[in-house]
């Protein structure tokens, strides 16, 4: 169909044209309006209370106490559940978060600008491994380090972030693929690259030996820093390109722990929701699949834009990590995805594949007539708020998702079965 | 004539290309038959009312 064609052409355009920059780091209320008292962003499509998992349940009222709305653990989960708290999904903001993906007022956000389009998009900052917010962790040692990352990292990168008029991302990216990440498992050399352009910066910008230190420290000793950063990238990557009259091209997808969603350019803002799956993948010591919560996170936004599981042929390693067999079977996953995919992005390539681009622009036609869903690389939480990582691996998007998309985009189109 | 062409096949060794399911690759893998597995499913999941939404959608 003509239209479609045309229209999928246009968003191809608009992803290989932006051109994201971490601009700063401010406070989620300063950034995001409508974000004040009492209002929570999570992960994914919309959720209510009830329905939500372990997890997200646990950061919530972390989340409520870190903000002073409540005293304590108990009495902000009295709070949530009689509904004296408004939740709204990141992407409904211009946001993304990993995992349970909260987002409060005053938790500080990386801001990156596609300086092609002018928009913005915000995620907030990694907290490192171990007990953290994005996995339900709540207790007080989460909440010292949110107001650490508050008080002093924050403050400290945005600073430093905008004495240098921001960092371009897209070349970056590239140098990380050719050094074997693929952006949502494996962020290593990203965070690393990120570090070494920053570290001077922050040296001239800081006031405070010990506190540089901490700061440099923060950032050098957790691997998937960068992850956030390119969250937020692949958030401002894919905004322009929504709501372009009939193209079958995904722009969102994330999900809460309960329910996965995809968004289509041509259908707009609505949501196509499924139960999530389980992720199939390796457990750390003393874990198993018992333990696991299904799928969660706004992070699959980077296999949205052709990295994560899209771009496993760059990251032999990480095929190991999350269980995706052998490092020469990681080509597979991304020559797949190539199938479901209408372009490959030229300035992000793949060595191991002798520089093919990463496939780039999920067209929902494509994996429904095929039957091949897009691959998702995925850390796996405990289900049990508080706990935290217990592995990694493989999730597939719910083939329902995009069947609901397609026969919605038919209906817009008016064409009938 | 065709009898004899089917003794040949037999006789010859055997070299599989398995489209579909592929537990049936695997069974012949594990027995140490040489197989290359084909991943198909029928367009659409097999639903003929999706998949002519898809033919009139351009897929």
Not at chain 1, 84 to 113: C, K, Q, W, Y
Not at chain 1, 238 to 251: E, H, K, L, N, Q
Request: glycine residues 12%.
């Amino acid at each position: 169909m003509q239209l479609i064609e045309d229209a999928n052409r246009e968003a191809l355009r608009r992803i290989l044209e932006g051109d994201p920059v971490l601009i700063d780091v401010v406070p989620a209320g300063q950034a995001i309006p409508g974000l004040g008292e009492r209002v929570l962003l999570h992960s994914g499509p919309p959720i209510e209370w009830n329905r939500m998992c372990g997890p997200m349940r646990g950061a919530i009222a972390g989340a409520i106490v870190f903000e002073g709305w409540a005293a304590d653990l108990d009495e902000a989960t009295a709070l949530a559940a009689r509904g004296d708290i408004a939740f709204h999904p990141n992407h409904h903001f211009d946001a993304v978060g990993p995992m349970t993906g909260m987002t409060t007022r005053s938790m500080p956000v990386l801001v990156v600008e596609n300086r092609r389009f002018g928009n913005r998009a915000y995620s907030t900052i990694n907290e490192g491994l171990g007990k953290v917010m994005r996995f339900g962790g709540n207790d007080a040692s989460v909440l010292k380090r949110l107001a650490w990352l508050r008080d002093v990292f924050g403050p400290a990168l945005g600073e430093a972030i905008r004495s240098v008029g921001g960092i371009a991302l897209k070349s970056l990216i590239a140098r990380g693929l050719a050094m074997g990440d693929e952006m949502h498992q494996r962020n290593v050399a990203c965070t690393s690259l990120f570090l070494r352009e920053i570290a001077p910066v922050l040296a001239r910008t800081s006031r405070d030996p010990q506190r540089l230190a901490e700061v440099l420290s923060f950032l050098g000793s957790n691997d998937q820093f960068f992850l956030n950063i390119a969250m937020a990238m692949g958030k401002a990557i894919m905004d322009p390109v929504r709501g372009i009259a009939g193209s079958s091209i995904v722009t969102a997808m994330c999900r809460n722990g309960t329910d996965f969603g995809i968004r289509v350019s041509g259908t707009g803002d609505t949501w196509f929701v499924a139960p999530v799956e389980m992720p199939q993948g390796l457990y750390f010591p003393g874990f198993s699949a018992a333990d696991a919560n299904p799928d969660m996170g706004d992070s699959a936004i980077v296999e949205t834009i052709g990295l994560g599981g899209f771009a496993m042929a760059a990251s032999p390693a990480v095929a190991g990590f999350v269980g995706a067999g052998s490092a020469s079977s990681a080509a597979l996953y991304t020559k797949a995805m190539g199938e479901i995919t209408i372009g490959e992005n030229p300035e992000w390539t793949i060595p191991a594949l002798d520089f093919a681009g990463v496939p780039t622009g999920i067209d929902v036609r494509l994996v429904v007539d095929s039957g091949i869903m897009p691959v998702i690389n995925t850390g796996i939480a405990h289900k049990e708020p508080g706990i935290g990582q217990v592995g990694a691996g493989v999730v597939r998007a719910p083939r329902a998702c995009f069947e609901q998309a397609v026969r919605a985009l038919a209906e817009k189109l008016r064409v009938v079965a | 004539m065709e009898q004899n062409s089917i003794r040949d096949l037999l006789d010859a060794e055997i070299k599989v290309v398995n489209v579909g399911l592929e537990g049936f690759a695997a069974e012949l893998s594990a027995a140490g038959v040489p197989v290359i597995h084909v991943e198909w499913s029928p367009p659409a999941g097999g639903d003929p009312e999706l998949a002519d939404l898809l033919s009139k959608l351009g897929a």
